[in-house]
């Protein structure tokens, strides 16, 4: 069954976008530079000439994969490309082992006809910063959102609903209701489905097409703040209940609690070596070795509740809440660049394509950054209250939620 392209990533100045079809992987990829365009279709015959390592049966991994190899399109963060080749690194389960292969692959570039430039980023285009389009529709505070295709945007409100946008029209296209309370965050999963975290404690897996609830995940205390993928397709989930939960989403089942954080933990990430970061009300960061749920690094130089993380295309990490915004060396474990021009905390943040940073305030406003001196070059004001959440589109224009119950489309 062919899925939607994978939200768009940016390394080594490439926009790549993926999608699997059931038995191939497809890789989509243009220069940001040169307007370049690449293309790669791997299929489970190649995937079983991956280099395995520490497997004592190759021949074993070798029929399974060709068996039941499915390729994943969920996680792109772990393609790290250089110029026109592709490293490819993941893991596969083999019975009760997890095993790692890498293999790189060349892509080749296509002559595409004219693109539809409604959705293609223009090589060198700067963000203007101009509104061009108000989403109304919700009657509550908009706490989410997340990138369902190149043309569809789905939104989360403190109104229990979560409404699916067209983005050329601005017209709602479809309602889920199912949660009792608000809801706070949304993740699209590699099945094509979407994950909703709530105030009722629940998490709901969604059919988009349908419109149904599939499955509900059971066992956290508190309020779901917020989502993520891990590298192996498996859910996490950060909770009020100050836990992680890992998630089978096969049989819907917490295969994994994490404990360490002492106050709400409301925000997580993903690095691209596939360790888990969490930002929490006590003040700290915590990085985790996902393999065997352990805390590894703890950050603790915010003066408040950290509520927002974006990863940098340099593998460095970005929080906030207070009204300044930290980078991290995550190696050597230190902060090495406070951006500060906020007067009230920062609640979100997101990465532009042409290397910006931008950032929405509890104060209503939106601010673009220059990471290289550290600098705020823009700041954007529409909204008349908290901005919650911010999401970068395909074109390279920029959606934000926020408490005034709209959604703004900005370029």
Not at 32 to 37: E, Q
Not at 175 to 182: A, R
Not at 378 to 397: A, C, R, S, W, Y
């Amino acid at each position: 069954m062919e899925q939607a392209w994978s939200n768009p990533l940016i390394k080594d100045n490439l926009l790549i976008k993926l999608r699997t079809t059931g038995s191939e992987l497809i890789i989509n990829a243009e220069n940001l530079s040169t307007s370049t365009k690449y293309e790669l279709t791997i299929t489970n015959e190649e995937a079983i000439t991956f280099n395995i390592i520490d497997i004592e049966d190759i021949e074993q991994l070798k029929e399974a994969l060709l068996k039941g190899f499915q390729p994943k399109c969920s996680n792109p963060q772990v393609f790290v490309t250089e110029t026109s080749t592709l490293n490819l690194t993941g893991k596969v389960s083999l019975g009760k082992k997890e095993v790692e292969f890498t293999k790189q692959f060349k892509l080749h570039e296509v002559k595409s006809k004219e693109p539809n430039q409604e959705n293609q980023v223009t090589p060198g285009k700067r963000f203007s910063g101009n509104c061009v389009k108000t989403l109304k529709g919700h009657d509550r505070e908009v706490l989410c959102l997340e990138l369902l295709s190149s043309d569809q945007l789905v939104s989360g409100s403190f109104d229990k609903s979560i409404k699916i946008w067209d983005i050329k029209s601005g017209a709602c296209v479809k309602t889920l209701k199912g949660h009792t309370k608000p809801i706070c965050c949304l993740k699209l999963l590699s099945t094509g489905e979407l994950a909703s975290g709530s105030g009722d404690n629940t998490i709901k897996i969604w059919d988009i097409q349908v419109g149904t609830c599939v499955k509900t995940l059971k066992g956290h205390t508190g309020t779901v703040r917020s989502l993520e993928l891990c590298l192996t397709d498996e859910l996490v989930s950060a909770s009020y209940d100050r836990t992680l939960r890992i998630w089978d989403l096969k049989v819907g089942a917490c295969l994994k609690t994490l404990t360490g954080h002492t106050d709400y933990i409301t925000c997580l990430k993903v690095l691209p070596n596939g360790w888990l970061v969490s930002g929490s009300n006590d003040k700290t960061i915590r990085i985790w070795e996902m393999k065997n749920g352990i805390c590894i690094k703890i950050f603790q130089e915010h003066n408040n509740s950290i509520y927002c993380l974006q990863v940098l295309n340099t593998g460095e990490l970005v929080s906030s809440l207070d009204n300044t915004i930290k980078i991290w060396d995550v190696e050597s474990d230190s902060c090495v660049k406070t951006l500060t021009g906020h007067i009230t905390n920062v609640r979100c943040l997101q990465l532009l394509f042409t290397g910006e940073l931008v950032s929405g305030s509890e104060d209503g406003t939106i601010k673009i950054w220059d990471l290289k001196t550290g600098t705020c070059v823009k700041t954007l004001k529409e909204h008349n209250t908290i901005v919650f959440d911010l999401q970068m589109l395909p074109n390279g224009d920029v959606a934000s939620s926020s408490g005034d119950q709209t959604i703004n489309i900005w370029n």
